[in-house]
C-alpha cells in the first residue's frame, strides 16, 4: 500500500512539473511576443499578442559530397548541372570562385567548350549559358538516351 501511495505522490508531482514548464514556456512566448508589440489587424483593432513556440534550426554535419566531373557526354549534362546548381551556383560565392570550381569540373569537350574564357566574374555566367546551349539542348540529350539504350 505504501508503495501504491508513493506511485501517485510521484506522478503528482510529476504532472505539478509539467504544468509548472508549460506555463513557463508560455509566459517566454508572451515575453518574446509583447517585445515585437501588438499588431493592428484590418479594422485598426489591436490584437494581443498570442504564445508562439520558438522554432530551432539544428545544423547537422553532412559528409562531404564529391562533385562528379562533367566530360560532356550529353545524358549526363542534367545530373551534372543541378548537382553544381544546388552545391556551388546556390552558395554565397564570388562569381570567380564559382568560374573556377565549374572548370575545375570541366574535362575533354566540356572543358574546350569555355576553355578560351579567361577568369572573371563576367565570363561566369557566358561560360554556363555556353554550357547549357550546348549539352543541355534537348534534342540532343534525347538522342543521347536513344544511343544508349540500342546500345
Keep these: 500500500m ?5 506511485a501517485a505522490d510521484f506522478r503528482d508531482e510529476r504532472n505539478r512539473c509539467l504544468a ?11 515575453k518574446d511576443s509583447g ?4 499588431q493592428a489587424d484590418d479594422d485598426g483593432l489591436t490584437t494581443s ?3 508562439t513556440l520558438r522554432s530551432t534550426k539544428t545544423k547537422a554535419r553532412l559528409p562531404k559530397i564529391e562533385m562528379p566531373k562533367f566530360d560532356g557526354e550529353m545524358t549526363r549534362w542534367q545530373s551534372f548541372c543541378d548537382q553544381f546548381t544546388a552545391i556551388i551556383d546556390n552558395s554565397e560565392q564570388s562569381n570567380v570562385n564559382k568560374f573556377s570550381y565549374l572548370r575545375s569540373l570541366l574535362t575533354k569537350e ?3 567548350s569555355i576553355k578560351k574564357l579567361a577568369l572573371t566574374s ?3 555566367t557566358t561560360a554556363k549559358s555556353i554550357l547549357e546551349r550546348h549539352f543541355g539542348r534537348k534534342e540532343r540529350v534525347i538522342f543521347g538516351h536513344l ?3 540500342l546500345l
Design 147 to 149: 544511343q544508349e539504350m
Design 2 to 6: 505504501r508503495e501504491i501511495e508513493q
Design 35 to 38: 517585445e515585437r508589440n501588438a
Design 49 to 51: 499578442p498570442r504564445p
Design 122 to 124: 563576367e565570363n561566369y
Design 110 to 112: 566540356a572543358l574546350a
Design 20 to 30: 509548472r514548464a508549460k506555463e513557463l514556456l508560455v509566459e517566454i512566448n508572451r
